[in-house]
């Protein structure tokens, strides 16, 4: 990871916007950028294998730059990288080794790459599509235990609200393939900060249950800690990022949520003399999320 | 008088148009009890800004334009003899103020930077026998234009280092310049005076000293200045050397600083990172090499934050 972050660092200072910057950027004609599981539905504890595939119009050696976003709780266990050259094209193939330790739904960001487009020569941000896993299995220590009718009517919440999404995105395919004067095979913006995927209704809801026993069972600033974790991470946020990042994420554009965000925020962050009353404030808000 | 901090940046905000990062920066600084480094072309309202500042805190303010020819003692004050009284008297310099503004610090000799950083660090002057405490509080803003460089005396790191931030001024958007030609087109425009009080921000400081601070915040400020040392393969050849760990306390000072203008108790990550690109960017020696690439030292300090991740 320390390596990847390292890549990602060289990306950035070339991404900085000065012509010497955008001059030291590959020029690549991408002809497809994809990003996949081996399973849309890994089990807890279970290794799987996340994999991004590059295709790439001309011959070259090795392919770097290639930029793998936050990956929520996954643990990664391994990562391969081949590059293949076979005519006039290249194949770019990084598997990725990881476990989920925990159960639930993962959104993850799209993978991306800057270079400079062979075909029109300007820099450019190409991205995957972003990945939504469900993951099945035991469920964590807080987590609810059994299938309540709750949890029942959650899930088919959930299911509904992942139809209405892919709903959506069938549209909004259609409807980009109608505008378009000639097909191009991959996401062809400009540079652009990669978007999380937008989930529905019921991962927040599902977290808030899990962050109030949390906050319940022991009032305490670890506890905080976790329950702030939870709700991330059913947003698609990752560790290591900062409630300026996650409130800018679509998923968090709700105003009650946001509210939710910021109180769990003060109940890890503050001192002791004041938590009992953030945790409270964070019980309220929670409750008033849900209801 | 019990103004807030949000009052005096409201009021300044009211006189400058845009230049929002600046004037926090101005408000942090002063709740943090440091001195800022501006630097930016011309005619972006520098001396405004610092004017403004004095003016909506009730202080003294006073302007030193740095030139080659400044001597030490036109800065800290000199010794004459008064042949009324056959003795010498002592004539303090224009540092003995609350907000001074040190333009174009670095056009004067190293001997004239020394003796206003020292004044900066050591609070207090000594002119022949006799040392004077400055006042309290005192706030240098010091600019910098990054043009025009021939005849100028470039600060060594170690005297950057007391600039508790240094603030990259840029140019106003579209819509900003077209307020600025409504605001200053025609008369004169005072900046507003008495928002706040001396004893205001006095207060305000020890507010923010009582701020809290989580022992993981603490840790990743020390990660945040400790990856500048020790900084990803990627970004080694281009920093020679990292920053001090004068560097840790002032992003915990300003940290604070931002908590409380916020109204808050308590610093938050975001805090943390927020201030920490003001506070890096003056203490890290680059190498020749990002110079020589056309690279961006801002977007180095960047990459070397955003690898630390925030708890």
Redesign the interface.
Known sequence: M??R??????T??LA??????AQ?LPRLDVTSFTFTSDTRSPAQEQPFHLIIDVHIRGRIDDLEGVVLPQLGTLEILGDEKHTTVRGDATEYRESIAVVAHRGGTIAIPPAYLDAIDARDGKPKRFLSDPLTLQVSGPAGLLIPDSATDEHRLRGLIRIGGFSIGALLIVALALLALGLRKAPVPIADAEVVEPEPVALSQAAPVDAMVEARRYLTHDPSRESALAARSALWHSIGAG??????DVVRRPAAHDPVLRAVLRAL??A????DD?RPAAIEDALRALDGYRA | MNATPRDLLAALGRTIVGQHETLEALVLAAIADGHVLLEGPPGLAKTLACRALAAALDGEFKRIQFTPDLLPSDVVGTRIFDQSETAFSTVLGPVFANVLLADEINRAPAKVQSALLEAMQERQVTIGPQTHALPDPFVVLATMNPLDADGTYALPLAQMDRFLMKIVLGYPTREEERAILDRFGGEDVQPPSGIAGLDDLRAWRTGARAV?V?DR?KEYIVDLVAGTRKP????GG?IERGASPRASLAVLRLARAKAYLEG???????DV??VALPVLRHRIAFSYRVQA????PD??V???I??V??P
């Open positions: 320390r390596a972050h390292a890549f990602g660092l060289a950035l200072i900085m916007g000065s012509v010497a910057g030291a560790d290591g990022e900062t409630l300026a925020e003060r890890a962050f503050t001192g004041d | 809290h989580d915040l990803l393969p990627d970004a281009y808050r108790t308590f610093v938050l990550p975001d990172r927020s690439e056309g690279l961006d977007g180095l960047r990459a070397c955003a690898a991740p925030a």
